[in-house]
């Protein structure tokens, strides 16, 4: 439980009023929940993470862009693992990183929130349990967790998606919660969405060709383009939380300033829900995805 880590992560207190913004809207804000000690807890973790990852054992870089989108194994095995990813523009022509390498990797992830004891404690949290269970998930599982730098001056730019496109199920359960771990703000790269669009319904999925493939491919499931006037700006404090339905359209621009603006990323299914065996991201073999601790 993360509360037994001393920092005093406390019940979420969410009105019925905010329950009805977020699935009209699509998303919600919730301002300061997380104590900043706990925010500083969790950079400090990532920052002994990072200090026993070897960079000559992969290169694997994180895009967003779809034409050069491409999977490994090593992004594979991430769905079960604590796996490091470069920006983009960490190295020079010659392979080279330009900068240290803390301010090279653009996210780890996906299992942060199973295979990291800080990081468990923080996610499966009774806390976002039953905050989930008040959004309508009747039992929510932690899929996916990611620790995303948007580094200064290299910090990507992440095209404007929907997260149910990576994490498909039937019917649609998919919720995002996206912590700010620093100030989220418009000159370092915060969220970015479009109020109301996830009415849209899901454009795309991202797929495996078939079970257990190594090789992805996107679905278009229906032709819609979202429009910048659309667009509303999400800046945050640190210790925030904004809550994404999977379907809600949300990006965010290229960090060009000097600071850093970490986040921590969980992603919920409800495992009542059928989860097909063609998303990209899979338990591990004869097991499913962990719950959330009970009160």
């Known amino acids: 439980m993360a509360e037994k880590m001393g920092l005093g992560l406390s019940s979420v207190g969410i009105t019925q009023s905010q329950i009805d913004q977020y699935h009209n809207?699509?998303?919600?804000?919730?301002?300061?929940?997380?104590?900043?000690?706990?925010?500083?807890?969790?950079?400090?973790?990532?920052?002994?993470?990072?200090?026993?990852?070897?960079?000559?054992?992969?290169?694997?870089?994180?895009?967003?862009?779809?034409?050069?989108?491409?999977?490994?194994?090593?992004?594979?095995?991430?769905?079960?693992?604590?796996?490091?990813?470069?920006?983009?523009?960490?190295?020079?022509?010659?392979?080279?990183?330009?900068?240290?390498?803390?301010?090279?990797?653009?996210?780890?992830?996906h299992s942060l929130h199973f295979q990291d004891p800080v990081f468990k404690a923080f996610s499966l949290s009774s806390v976002w349990g039953e905050l989930l269970h008040k959004l309508g998930m009747?039992?929510?599982?932690?899929?996916?967790?990611?620790?995303?730098?948007?580094?200064?001056?290299i910090g990507g730019e992440v095209n404007c998606h929907q997260d149910s496109t990576f994490l498909y199920t039937t019917p649609m359960s998919v919720i995002g919660l996206w912590f700010a771990i620093e100030d989220?703000?418009?000159e370092n790269g915060c969220l970015w969405g479009v109020p109301t669009g996830h009415k849209q319904g899901l454009l795309k999925r991202f797929e495996r060709i078939g079970a257990d493939a190594i090789e992805t491919k996107m679905v278009i499931l229906k032709e819609h383009e979202w429009h910048q006037d659309e667009l509303v700006a999400m800046p945050v404090p640190?210790?925030?939380?904004?809550?994404?339905?999977?379907?809600?359209?949300?990006?965010?621009?290229?960090?060009?300033?000097?600071?850093?603006?970490?986040?921590?990323?969980?992603?919920?299914?409800?495992?009542?829900?059928?989860?097909?065996?063609?998303?990209?991201l899979q338990a591990k073999k004869g097991s499913s995805f962990v719950p959330f601790h009970a009160k």
Request: aromatic residues 10%.
């Open 238 to 280: 640190k210790g925030s939380l904004v809550i994404l339905n999977g379907e809600f359209p949300h990006l965010s621009y290229a960090n060009r300033s000097g600071k850093s603006r970490h986040a921590y990323a969980i992603h919920a299914v409800d495992n009542t829900c059928e989860y097909p065996e063609l998303n990209w």
């Open 138 to 153: 009747i039992d929510p599982r932690a899929a996916q967790s990611m620790y995303i730098f948007k580094q200064p001056g």
């Open 184 to 186: 989220a703000t418009l």
């Open 25 to 109: 809207d699509g998303y919600l804000v919730l301002e300061s929940i997380v104590p900043k000690a706990l925010c500083d807890a969790l950079k400090t973790r990532m920052s002994e993470l990072m200090a026993s990852f070897e960079p000559d054992s992969v290169r694997s870089i994180f895009t967003t862009n779809e034409q050069s989108r491409h999977t490994d194994n090593y992004f594979m095995e991430s769905a079960n693992k604590v796996s490091f990813f470069f920006e983009e523009e960490a190295f020079d022509e010659v392979g080279v990183l330009k900068q240290p390498l803390e301010l090279s990797i653009n996210k780890v992830g």
